[in-house]
């Protein structure tokens, strides 16, 4: 199932609509709490979109899922 949202996640990325990816992508990071594919894709998608105060809240949570990949989410 989560293959399923990044997929669909990088998807509407894909076609320029990060607002849909950013909402799919926070959702798969509420689902699988401990995966951090979501939080990486949700920090981009809301970055793409110019949200920039999500942005920065999915970074945090990709920096607490990933904390030996922590440089990658700075």
Known sequence: YLLLETQLVRIYSALNRHSDAAEIAARAMQKFPDAVEPAVLAA???????????????????????????????
């Open 44 to 74: 981009q998608a809301y970055a793409a979109a110019g949200n920039w105060t999500e942005a920065l809240s999915a970074s945090q949570e990709w920096r607490r899922r990933a904390p030996l990949a922590a440089q990658s989410a700075d």
